[in-house]
């Protein structure tokens, strides 16, 4: 939710300034395969009742790691979109090396979340790590970078997030304005330069 609401917000504001949805149906947004399979995994195994069978609880930490590994090869791929696209990157990079320091889970802080989500939530995530993420504790490692942020949104529910979170959010958000406000640059692109004949000099330009 956190992603997609600024992302929407992008794109409208693109709009409203005379983008167009084409530019996205044309952007040439690459490693689509990797990214929606990250997706899909998510969507399988943190939902329930399947985040509360064995499988999830022994090796959801496992799966977590390969979910964020498929993303960020995906947005490696999309690189040369420029600065939005790799603000995306370094905030995947944030979250991976959080979550690996600490066993395929991601930290959260308990007060943070008990302000935001309410006490159940705490219980439920204390009772067992799902989901990919744990309750922060004295062994928990990188916690600056951790889910310590409490997010209100109004008429949302609230949520806890990261820097890496941040960073998503603000690179996802830009990288839909700009794309929608303006052609995609590869278009039309030449992928290696060319020596062109310029008709009737007999010379090469480029």
């Not at 939710?1 to 992302?7: D, E, G, N």
């Amino acid at each position: 939710m956190m992603l997609i609401l600024p992302v929407l917000l992008g794109i409208a504001i693109a709009l409203a300034r005379g983008g167009s949805l084409r530019n996205l149906t044309t952007a040439g947004f690459r490693g689509m395969g990797a990214i929606m399979a990250s997706f899909l995994i998510q969507l399988v195994t943190y939902a329930p009742p399947m985040r509360d069978t064995a499988l999830v609880r022994q090796h959801g930490g496992a799966i977590f790691v390969v979910v964020l590994a498929l993303m960020l090869i995906g947005v490696a791929r999309n690189w040369d979109l420029g600065l939005s696209a790799r603000v995306i990157l370094l905030g995947l990079v944030l979250n991976t090396a959080v979550v690996v320091a600490n066993g395929g889970h991601m930290p959260v802080n308990a007060a943070a979340l008990r302000s935001t989500q309410g006490e159940t939530l705490v219980q439920e995530i204390g009772a067992h790590k799902y989901a990919g993420r744990a309750l922060a504790d004295h062994a928990s490692l990188l916690l600056p970078l951790s889910d310590i942020v409490p997010v209100s949104i109004p008429f949302f529910p609230g949520m806890v997030c990261s820097l890496g979170d941040l960073l998503l959010t603000a690179g996802g958000a830009t990288l839909a304005y700009g794309v929608t406000r303006r052609p995609n640059r590869r278009v039309g692109r030449v992928a290696h330069p060319v020596a062109l004949l310029v008709p009737g000099t007999g010379q090469l330009v480029g």
